[in-house]
């Protein structure tokens, strides 16, 4: 069972830059697609980045040009950085990997934008 933990989040003005982390328990090589998803108080789970193996990468609207998503393989890690926060990017951040059909999940890591 692979262990995802997530790290990095905390309380940031607004304009301000975060950097997430998801350290895998595991070699993240063989995982075909890796992202980030957001959750707000009262609103559905939400992918915000995406990355795949063959490092193609895809951005929800309304982070795209802000967050930057990236893995380090050597690291087992997979990154979001996080510029020009605005407060509505407040939300819980979990990282998911998919590998063979089967998705994991972090724990989340807790993101406060003060405006």
């Known amino acids: 069972q692979v262990q995802l933990v997530e790290s990095g989040g905390g309380l940031v003005q607004a304009g301000g830059s975060l950097r997430l982390s998801c350290a895998a328990s595991e070699s993240i090589f063989s995982f075909y697609a890796m992202g980030w998803y957001r959750q707000a108080p009262g609103k559905q789970r939400e992918l915000v980045a995406q990355?795949?193996?063959?490092?193609?990468?895809n951005y929800a609207d309304s982070v795209r040009g802000r967050f930057t998503i990236s893995r380090d393989n050597a690291k087992n890690t997979l990154y979001l950085q996080m510029n020009s926060l605005k407060s509505e990017d407040t939300a819980d951040y979990y990282c998911?990997?998919?590998?063979?059909?089967?998705?994991?999940w972090g724990q989340g890591t807790q993101v406060t934008v003060s405006s």
């Open positions: 998911r990997m998919v590998r063979y059909g089967y998705s994991y």
């Open positions: 990355i795949t193996s063959g490092i193609s990468t």
